[in-house]
Nanobody, 124 residues
Framework: QVQLVESGGGLVQAGGSLRLSCAASGRTFSTYAMGWFRQAPGKEREFVAV????????NYADSVKGRFTISRDNAKNAVYLQMNSLSPEDTAVYYC?????????????????WGQGTQVTVSS
């Protein structure tokens, strides 16, 4: 099991930027893909982005493509989500999670070991 702790959320005006961080425990961090999800009030948790273990490939939800960038630093056991051009529709709790070896990359069921989440609020 991997413990995940997100940070970096906060309140930002529309058009602004935030960088989320996720710190992971464990010595095999580079062997698995990591994803970011978000959940807005009254809505289901949705996929945001995923990055492979060695950062050779990434995928994004259409809603964030071109605005958000996922990255990782395996030496620091960390994964990041740079969020630019934020809009009120991006307001949600953001979670990082470890992808299962055979998990579907854009579904909640494809991931184990979720963090506790960090709140992102974008004001208009």
């Amino acid at each position: 099991q991997v413990q995940l702790v997100e940070s970096g959320g906060g309140l930002v005006q529309a058009g602004g930027s935030l960088r989320l961080s996720c710190a992971a425990s464990g010595r095999t961090f580079s062997t698995y893909a990591m994803g970011w999800f978000r959940q807005a009030p009254g809505k289901e948790r949705e996929f945001v982005a995923v990055i492979s273990g060695r950062a050779l490939s990434t995928n994004y939800a259409d809603s964030v493509k071109g605005r958000f960038t996922i990255s990782r630093d395996n030496a620091k056991n960390a994964v990041y989500l740079q969020m630019n051009s934020l809009s009120p529709e991006d307001t949600a709790v953001y979670y990082c999670a470890r992808r299962k070896l055979t998990g579907t990359y854009n579904t909640v069921a494809g991931y184990d070991d979720w963090g506790q989440g960090t709140q992102v609020t974008v004001s208009s």
